[in-house]
């Protein structure tokens, strides 16, 4: 059986949480799914999920690095067919495991220095960011320059990254849009000559809702599929 790892970061938003980890339950038939969730200094605390339940106390935007370490630590260790990591934010497509795991297989099987493919497509679509690189469509999807901290892989992205993250010590230059970390896998992928992957059409759900990252940011620029 098809053995996929899915890791979950998540910070006080357990509705949506629940609701991804049900959808992945219900998508989840023959498939052998294991799923951490890695919380990010959380109010609430949760029991129903085991060992799979990985509390992280530094809570915040500054130590998101650390919080994405722990889910390539676990990885690293964790035997698997395809790894995908998701934000709690967002709700599964129809049929996303089947569809996910056929786009990447059609990649790597093309692109030997392939790494990761977003399953994520927003309406800002495929921009130029972190690293000079024009999206160009390729293998079914769409070649792009960068990743933000959401992907489906197999041991391709840990492996390019020796899996691991770099300390972030100070954030760049409009740091109250991003912790760094999406940059930094980006930048290294780039300069390693991995390439980097999203789908043409969204197989995630993002809505409309209050940011816990970047409430005033998100009032007037929506992340929407």
């Known amino acids: 059986m098809t053995r996929i790892l899915v890791t979950i970061t998540t910070y006080n938003r357990p509705e949506m949480l629940h609701r991804l980890l049900g959808q992945i339950r219900e998508q989840g038939t023959g498939y052998e799914v294991r799923v951490c969730v890695i919380d990010n200094g959380t109010e609430f605390s949760e029991s129903d999920l085991g060992d799979w339940w990985v509390y992280w ?33 967002v709700e599964l497509v129809p049929d996303f495991f089947k569809t996910a795991t056929e786009t990447w297989d059609r990649i790597r099987h093309a692109d030997g220095k392939a790494a990761c493919l977003n399953p994520t497509r927003l309406t800002t679509d495929w921009r130029v960011q972190w690293v000079p690189f024009d999206p160009v469509e390729q293998h079914g999807a769409v070649r792009i320059g960068w990743n933000d901290c959401c ?9 390019a990254l020796g899996w691991k993250i770099y300390e972030i010590i100070k954030v760049e230059p409009r740091s109250y849009r991003s912790s760094g970390v999406g940059r930094q896998i980006s930048r290294r992928l780039h300069a390693y000559g991995n390439t980097m992957y999203g789908v043409n059409e969204t197989l995630l759900l993002h809505g409309d809702h209050e940011s816990v990252m970047h409430p005033e940011e998100r009032k007037t620029e929506p992340l929407t599929t």
């Open 57 to 89: 106390d530094k809570g915040g935007i500054e130590h998101f690095w650390e919080v994405i370490c722990v889910a390539f630590e676990v990885a690293k260790d964790e035997p698997f067919d395809y790894w995908i990591h998701l934000p709690d934010d």
């Open 151 to 159: 992907w489906v892989t197999g041991r391709e992205l840990g492996n």
